[in-house]
């Protein structure tokens, strides 16, 4: 009998003990996650309210926070201030983003783009016209240029095929003209932009003018073979008037190229050799055509001088001079 009162008490005190035991661990977790709940609620970039809560987790007071007044924070909130943060960190420390200042506004006045296109497609037409050419006249291009190398211009059989071959030559002739008064439109809107017409009439009108001016000098000197009876001597000086022109003409493609899109800071120094070159080509024809002249009837150099002074370069010094006064 003793000993079960003895047991009945002994469970008794061990059951009392257990009940204590688990109110305090309750009271010990509620108390912790009361304290985890009031540091979630206070804002993490607050020194002062962090440096309370370690005062307090090591005093072991309770704290009374007021957190009823702030609005309530979720975790999208935070996600959106600290990326805010994160940019405007960002910012303000890019030295090519000025965030600091006052913002200013500059008045743009609208832009007109100035494109080549015209030029392009000019010179692309040009090209096509030399490329069609040598492809289907490929023995009169080379008989070109072996003709132009005789110095003595005598009529041997290669030139005979060149006097003989009208297509071939009456396109050369054409091309010559197109490719001079290119040569001419661009001189003119570097050095004297025109003023009266447009830049795009401007090129019809320097072929156009090239073309009359050695349509004229090929009548007027057939005329006055026709009227002198010197027939063979005009032929043998407008065949080789017309040959240096068919070389000046193939010359002047990479001339024009230059000119229409190299850097204006080159511009002088291509106008320049392009210059020298065309007089040279210049002195070559005359050449050929005094020693055409010459074998069928003395001439006197002086005379000839006086002929290429009055025929040939005064009458273009005064086209020039009168274009750029009255019609550009």
């Known amino acids: 009998m003793k000993n079960s009162v003895y047991f009945i008490i002994c469970a008794f005190f061990l059951f009392l003990s257990a009940a204590t035991s688990a109110q305090n661990i309750n009271g010990v977790i509620s108390d912790t996650v009361n304290q985890q709940k009031i540091q979630n609620s206070v804002l993490p970039d607050t020194g002062k309210q962090n440096s309370m809560a370690k005062n307090n987790q090591q005093t072991g007071t309770d704290t009374l926070i007021k957190i009823s007044d702030r609005p309530p924070i979720t975790a999208s909130s935070q996600t959106n201030h600290s990326e805010g943060f994160i940019i405007q960190q960002l910012l303000s420390k890019n030295k090519f983003i000025n965030i600091k200042d006052q913002p200013v506004s500059f008045i743009e006045n609208p832009h007109t783009p100035l494109g080549k296109e015209f030029l392009f497609y000019t010179l692309f037409v040009v090209l096509l016209i030399l490329a069609i050419f040598k492809t289907i006249f490929t023995g009169y291009f080379k008989n070109l240029f072996r003709v132009y190398f005789n110095t003595s211009l005598r009529q041997t059989q290669l030139a005979d095929q060149l006097e003989q071959a009208k297509l071939p030559s009456f396109i050369m002739n054409i091309f010559f003209t197109i490719t001079t008064g290119i040569y001419i439109w661009l001189l003119f809107n570097y050095y004297h932009p025109p003023r009266l017409i447009s830049t795009r009439l401007l090129l019809p009108f320097c072929i156009l003018s090239v073309a009359t001016l050695y349509f004229i000098k090929f009548c007027l000197l057939k005329f006055l073979g026709w009227v002198t009876n010197i027939q063979e001597t005009t032929n043998n000086y407008i065949f080789a008037i017309f040959l240096v022109n068919k070389i ?74 009168s274009a750029i006064d009255y019609v550009i």
């Open 248 to 321: 000046i003409g193939i010359v002047l493609v990479p001339v024009i190229i230059l000119l229409a899109f190299l850097n204006p800071k080159w511009l002088p120094v291509i106008t320049n050799i392009s210059i020298m070159l065309f007089g040279l080509l210049f002195i070559s024809r005359y050449i050929k055509s005094y020693g055409a002249i010459d074998r069928k009837f003395p001439l006197n150099p002086f005379h000839f001088i006086i002929y290429l002074l009055g025929a040939e370069i005064i009458p273009l010094l005064l086209i020039y001079k």
